[in-house]
């Protein structure tokens, strides 16, 4: 059964262009380019969103039993949607929804399961077998609301946004048996795709790509099991791809992501391109990410902070996790592993340090970076039974004509980063240090472990202190690991 939206009225909202140009430029996190600007559809005055006629479509199309509603090519300016069960929404080539630039349209609904926010503009909640599919594009028109609070000169973070811009921009709460193929999706205020308690779900062949701000994850998977990400392309200024666990407050012994599968895909992030917590309440168990591009642009400020990021900071544990075949370029630090209680403990009540087990990292390869990589648990609950092999890194910055004096410090609740025991002024200007005792890699409260075939590469400097470091570790064996300084590669003249 097929639904044409335009049979609903949802014919294409005549749009007025606007263009909003960045003024200031630097952010405590991002810098953008000089002429930075972007142009946004608004809706013309008293004008009826055709969200009204494609939430209509969908409604007959899942009243009669489900079906397919299809979006011819064309412009559609829309508020807040739901997807209903049974129901494929089929954006065909050409197609383009554009999300409302004004903010009233998403105050008229109740905030999701996500938190006290406004909806964004899917919001589905305790659906199954629906999909987004068919080529077309989903736009958040995200400078709407960012521009305008950058040119104010913000000194805060995440919050000085709050209530100027919509939530999370495609949410699935409490659903199953999801698709979400050959589409893309652009420009998103907040995350932009985000599985909350579902199960069976498949992403593939989608594009995601932001213009940059903070809080923009490309793809979430929050207490999901049983999810497929392949083939997709991820240009992100927060995470990449983040599996979360106890965003959903709720204590019953089932929060966690099992069973995921993440392949094919090309991430850039300025954060980290695969992560792991920190929202670490339940388990993560079974993952598997592999044959994977991160990269990071000429163009971006500064590398992605971490290639891959392992944090389990409430309580929580991962175990059976398997990061393979993943070329790197321009990450701060390859991998980084760490358990560390959170600061605020009353968030998740989490009474001692989580854990981390059964964690196997092969086959990276890794240009560009400057951090030292690391596995560091607590006293008492180290990270234990880990592999790491197959491991090719070439450094180019943060060397040290003496070692460091200071002792790293314990895990005293610092936030995950790779520069975590060391400075932070969020990576501007290469000034942040890592302040480890060891540039190849530095290992820490961890057991049962193996290193083998480690390779890195200091190109255009030298560095004074240890190649590996182990600390606290019994039982960790390195074997076949070497290193080298040469000058810094200049490619041919053309």
């Known amino acids: 059964m097929f639904k044409n939206v335009r049979d ?5 909202t005549p749009a007025r262009i606007r263009t909003f140009t960045l003024t200031n430029l630097s952010e405590r996190w991002i810098s953008y380019p000089p002429g930075t600007c972007a142009q946004v559809r608004f809706p013309e005055e008293d004008a009826v969103l055709d969200s009204a006629g494609i939430q209509a479509a969908v409604d007959a199309a899942a009243d009669e039993g489900g079906g397919t509603v ?41 905030a999701n399961g996500l938190g006290k926010e406004m909806p964004g503009l899917f919001s589905t909640q305790g659906v199954s077998d629906c999909a987004i599919t068919g080529g077309g594009e989903i736009h958040g028109q995200s400078p709407r609301w960012v521009i305008p609070w950058m040119n104010e000169d913000p000194s805060g973070w995440a919050a000085s946004l709050r209530g100027k811009r919509p939530g999370r921009m495609i949410v699935f709460e409490d659903c199953s048996n999801i698709r979400i193929e050959d589409i893309g999706i652009y420009d998103a205020p907040r995350w932009c795709l985000v599985f909350l ?64 599968s993440v392949s094919d895909c090309i991430v850039r992030s300025l954060c980290n391109a695969v992560k792991i917590g920190t929202e670490s309440y339940g388990v993560f168990e079974d993952i598997a990410v592999g044959n994977m591009v991160l990269h990071n642009l000429p163009s971006d400020p500064r590398g992605a902070e971490g290639g891959i990021n392992v944090a389990i900071c409430d309580g929580g544990a991962a175990r059976g996790i398997h990061f393979h075949d993943i070329v790197m370029h321009g990450p701060q630090c390859p991998f980084y592993c760490v358990v560390t209680p ?31 990589p690391f596995i560091i648990g607590c006293p008492g609950h180290p990270i234990r039974d880990f592999r790491i092999s197959g491991v090719h890194i070439i450094k180019t910055g943060d060397f040290y004509d003496s070692p460091p004096a200071a002792v790293v410090p314990e895990c005293g609740q610092q936030y995950p980063t790779p520069f975590m025991f060391g400075t932070d002024v969020w990576g501007k200007s290469g000034l942040c240090r890592d302040m ?26 030298t560095d004074a202190r240890d190649f590996i470091v182990c600390e606290r570790s019994p039982d960790v064996r390195i074997r076949e690991t070497s290193s080298l300084c040469r000058d810094r590669f200049e490619p041919p003249q053309q």
């Open 436 to 461: 480890l005792p060891a540039f190849g890699l530095y290992m820490r409260d961890a057991c049962r472990g193996c290193v083998t075939d480690f390779e890195v590469v200091c190109e255009g400097g």
């Open 342 to 372: 959170r600061k605020n403990k009353s968030t998740y009540s989490a009474t001692e340090p989580g854990i981390i087990e059964d964690l196997s990292i092969c086959g990276i390869q890794a240009r560009n970076t400057v951090f030292t």
């Open 197 to 260: 308690r579902s199960g069976r779900i498949t992403v593939r062949g989608t594009e995601i790509r932001g213009f940059d701000v903070i809080n923009s994850d490309g793809i979430d998977i929050v207490d999901s099991q049983d999810v497929v990400i392949s083939g997709c392309r991820i240009h992100s200024c927060d995470d990449g791809i983040c599996m979360k666990s106890g965003l959903s407050r709720k204590p019953d012994g089932k929060s966690g992501v099992r069973r995921v």
């Open 8 to 12: 609903y009225g949802a014919s294409g």
């Open 70 to 110: 299809v979006v011819p090519p064309g412009d559609y300016i829309c508020g807040p949607m739901k997807l209903r069960s049974g129901v494929e929404l089929k954006l065909e080539p050409g197609a383009r929804i554009w999300a409302s630039p004004n903010l009233g349209d998403y105050m008229t609904d109740a």
